[in-house]
């Protein structure tokens, strides 16, 4: 496949069309790694598509994606790798079907993950997109399907919500390619620490948790500097959480994100293309 | 009296959850539904062969087999038919 | 281990203080974040599109009358069509490719002096083979294929798992199978990696070895010539095309029937057990990009599984022309093959010749056909001319007399042909898969031969009571 270049929004005036080169599978050293997570069929294959010009596969029905695919895409000279996730419900879970996704968002260390959002369900999916903020604060938000809202009466207020969530927060329809723009602005913004990110965080925890959780995660980073997502790993390890605490008696918790990284050379399928 | 539990709402009633009895992997998938104590819920259809159920819950449609629905004691919302 | 574990011994300390609703508590306040930001972020006008539309049609689709009966209609409606509608193109395609450049091809290799060898091995099995499956494969799917992807893009599907739940439930099987065994329809090598939306890994087994049941592209063509020129053709002639879709929807519906009966089956022996959580979102209800769908489904599905299925059929023609002539004793290898298979053949109502093109068409399941009519041709008397190892294209008259004539075949053979062809083991990419997913050879093997055992016992009862009465 060669690198491509597409006219995105001719209706756009702000937007210059030759600023994205659409690279199919061909990335080699990107720039940025993006990872797109969100709750299952809220058009995260439909974006990655839109982006990279691969074609995995969408479908109206949840769990469409069931493997891990990437791509790529060139936007202002800078080399993007695009990661697209099956989708999950929760980070808190332990469910083995949304494993691939967890482990990614959590370990795979994207330089920006952009939570794709339904927003005809927008109650539901910031469920996921709170706890993402809570881990990471280089998110954008994708609040897809807003042509879908639209038709059933539904208007969400992006700015407010950017507001709120303290990302950024595009106002899109994937399907129609509106939004992919400001989309791929925003994403850049935050990969180059251009856009600083106040993510929301769940105050309502109670200084106790806070207070176990600082504790908790003092000492974890200390045992093992450099372990992304140590905030993570203390919630999990208050639950109880069987694999963790496996993990830390096998002295692997180090290696997961290694694990994860190694796994991506074997195991995620360039846009692998099955009916 | 016994308590109610959520297989036993009726289709086109509404519910407020009041516990979730299971525990372990359901509970966790129950709470990523978006059950939790409190959260309403409304029956909306029933499959044509009685099991499961599709019930509303925060704006999304999810369908649960009766031995997880029993898993959730509920208090009936009086009066509030959608 | 014994080495003390300080972070371990402080989470179990604090867990304590905590208490034990400590996850309740963290979820909660997680949602009514959630909830408090989406109240205050949304307005809705109700002059729109109301959730009712959405809401009177779930109940129509997932009504106890109306359910069924739209599901039936839908998926005989969608069969229907692709029977039909694929007649005409598939003519075409036979008389373009298999006429008219074959003898041209022949044409420009005897011009070349080529000698009858290489140019038998490639223009009349290679070639051949590959044009068989362009021309009798690539309609149907190019029809079935954007069918389905509206329905899957409207969000019907779901709705399907959701109707069918109550059957899984019962065979101890996981809600999501439905959805697994749906997408087995177009391809089982697709249906299995699908699979992977089933979190639990003993109900992932068994959507896994159950998935076959699915009739898949590869067998539709075999299953609508049969069903056309053997059920469809004792119907009167303005039902002819009906019946031969009835006849097909009902091998399709025994492959469901087969699925739940062998899940049950496995879940309460080899992986007993419990169903596990189900729980499944249904999607809104959105009306798909017609356009849009019709291309994808061409590109994405249509084209990449013919691609799949010629790239087995260019080395099964191959492989098919050689054993018909390289002579052995006085006789070809498929002579053999079909000399030695034909006792069983025979027990189970079949013959040596179909047993024979099974096993050639391991890799391919859409070259049954055409092999069957050239070994029946080839080793019985020749009345259509055919030659050794050369597939054949003949009109459904000539399939139907030769057939008959020639090979012997009575409505109970296209029975058991019909029946062998939903139950025997999976196509080769298929195999590859499942090994692949599970990574066991051990259940690999049983996805072999479960089904394939299934079949033999299957045409064999049904042999034994039509000769019994
Ligand atoms: N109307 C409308 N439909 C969309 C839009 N974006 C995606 N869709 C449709 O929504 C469905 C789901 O899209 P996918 O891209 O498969 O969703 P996904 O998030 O990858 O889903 P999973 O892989 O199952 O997690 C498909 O039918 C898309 O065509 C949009 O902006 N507007
Ligand atoms: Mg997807």
Redesign the interface.
Known sequence: MTAQTVKLCETCPAYDASALKRLGVKVGAANYVVALAGNPNTGKSTIFNALTGLRQHVGNWPGKTVARAEGGYDFNDRQYKLIDLPGTYSLLSTSVDEEIARDFILFGKPDVTIVVVDSTRLERNLNLTLQILEITDRVVVALNLIDEAQRHGIQVDARHLSRRLGVPVIPMAARRLQGIPELLQAVEQVAKGLYTTRPHRVHQFGAKLERALNGLIAQIEQEYPGLPNARWVALRLLDADASIEQAIRDHRLGELNRDIEAASTEKAAPAEVVA | MTQLTLDQLEIGSIAVVRR?NAGG??R???????L????LVLA?????????V?YR?????????R??AREVEIDLSEGARE | MSTPLPILEKAQRLRAELGEDYHDKLMEAIYADAAQIAESSMSRSSRHASPSFDRALDRALTHPVGGFLTMGIMFFVVFWITITGANIPSRIFGDLLLDQLYTLLHGIASALGTSPWLSGLLIDGVYLATAWVVSVMLPPMAIFFPLFTLLEDFGYLPRVAFNLDRLFAAAGAHGKQSLSMMMGFGCNAAGVIATRIIDSPRERLIATLTNNFSICNGRWPTLILIGTIFVGGAAPPALASLVAALSVVAVAGLGIVMTLLVSWGLSKTWLKGVPSVFSLELPPYRPPQILRTLYTSVIDRTLIVLWRALMMAAPAGAVIWLTSNVVIGGVSIAGHMVNLLNPLGLLLGLNGVILTAYVVAIPANEIVIPTILMLTLTLGRNIAGAQSGVMLELDEGQVYSVLTQVGGWTLLTAVNLLLFSLLHNPCSTTLLTIWHETKSRKWTLVAALLPLGLGVAATFTTTMLARLF
């Open positions: 979730l992997a359901i966790d998938r129950l709470m990523d539904m978006g939790l104590p409190g959260t909306e259809f029933r499959s044509p062969l009685g099991d499961p599709a819950i925060r704006g999304a449609l999810i369908a649960l087999r031995s997880q």
